[in-house]
C-alpha cells in the first residue's frame, strides 16, 4: 500500500499561496491522491483529489509531479480560516482512507 | 440542505455501559463508514458498508458493532466490550464510484463519547 509523508508543520502569510507537499513515491498507476483537511474539533472536509492530471477547484489547485512520486496542495490566498490539519491521502483499497499525521497549517495575520 | 449528520456532539457514559450513535445521510450515498480518532491521531476505520443489509469489519472493529438497515442510517453501537471506548467519531459516506470521482469520502461532524 502506497504511504505519504509529509511536514508535520508550516506557517503561512494571510493573503498569500501556501504550497503543501506531500511525497508518495510507491503509489501505483491507478491510486488517486486525495486532499482532506480538519479544522480541531470537526470532521475532515473533502478538499480535491487528482489522478495523473493537475486539478483545480474552488478551493485550491493540486499539482501532481510526472512520475506521480509526489503532488502539491495549493491554496491560492490563504486565510485565518485556512489554519487546519491537511493529509495527503494515497488510496490504500477501494473502500478505506488511510489518514497520517497530516501537515498542521497555520495561518498567521 | 443535503448533508451528514451525527448526534449527538457530545456524549458521556459511564463504563460499562453501551452507547449508540446516530448516523444519517440525505446525499443518497450508496456506502457509509465509521473512524474513530484519538487525540493528535489519525483516523482509524471501524466498519464500512457498501449496501444496505451488508457491512465489513475495519481495521479497529473489536466492541464495536453496526447495522444498515436503510440506505440513509448507519448506527454506531460502541459496547462495554470496547476496552478504550473514549474518543472521537466519524462518520462518512461516499457515492457510487465513477471515473472523475473515484470514492470520494464526505464526513460528518463527528460525536465526541466520554466515557466515565
Known amino acids: 500500500d502506497a504511504k505519504t509523508t509529509q511536514p508535520p508543520s508550516m506557517d503561512c502569510a494571510e493573503g498569500r499561496a501556501a504550497n503543501l507537499p506531500c511525497n508518495h513515491s510507491?503509489?501505483?498507476?491507478?491510486?488517486?491522491v486525495y486532499w482532506y483537511r480538519q479544522i480541531h474539533s470537526q470532521g475532515p472536509q473533502y478538499i480535491i483529489h487528482?489522478?495523473?492530471n493537475n486539478e483545480t477547484n474552488e478551493m485550491a489547485s493540486l499539482i501532481i509531479t510526472e512520475d506521480r512520486k509526489s503532488s502539491t496542495l495549493i491554496l491560492p490566498h490563504a486565510t485565518l480560516r485556512d489554519t487546519a490539519v491537511y493529509y495527503c491521502?494515497?488510496?490504500?483499497?477501494?473502500?478505506?482512507?488511510?489518514f497520517g499525521a497530516g501537515t498542521t497549517v497555520t495561518v498567521r495575520a | 440542505d443535503g448533508g451528514i449528520t451525527q448526534s449527538p456532539k457530545y456524549l458521556f457514559r459511564k463504563e460499562g455501559q453501551n452507547v449508540t450513535l446516530s448516523c444519517e445521510q440525505n446525499?443518497?450515498?450508496?456506502?457509509m463508514y465509521w473512524y474513530r480518532q484519538d487525540p493528535g491521531q489519525g483516523l482509524r476505520l471501524i466498519y464500512y458498508?457498501?449496501?444496505?443489509?451488508?457491512?465489513q469489519k475495519g481495521d479497529i472493529a473489536e466492541g464495536y458493532s453496526v447495522s444498515r438497515e436503510k440506505k440513509e442510517s448507519f448506527p454506531l453501537t460502541v459496547t462495554s466490550a470496547q476496552k478504550n471506548p473514549t474518543a472521537f467519531y466519524l462518520c462518512?459516506?461516499?457515492?457510487?464510484?465513477?471515473?472523475?470521482?473515484?470514492?470520494?469520502?464526505?464526513f460528518g461532524p463527528g460525536t465526541r463519547l466520554t466515557v466515565l
Open positions: 462518512a459516506s461516499s457515492p457510487f464510484p465513477l471515473r472523475e470521482t473515484p470514492r470520494v469520502q464526505f
Open positions: 510507491t503509489i501505483s498507476g491507478n491510486e488517486y
Open positions: 487528482g489522478l495523473k
Open positions: 491521502i494515497v488510496r490504500v483499497d477501494d473502500y478505506k482512507l488511510s
Open positions: 446525499l443518497n450515498h450508496d456506502a
Open positions: 458498508s457498501q449496501i444496505v443489509n451488508d457491512f
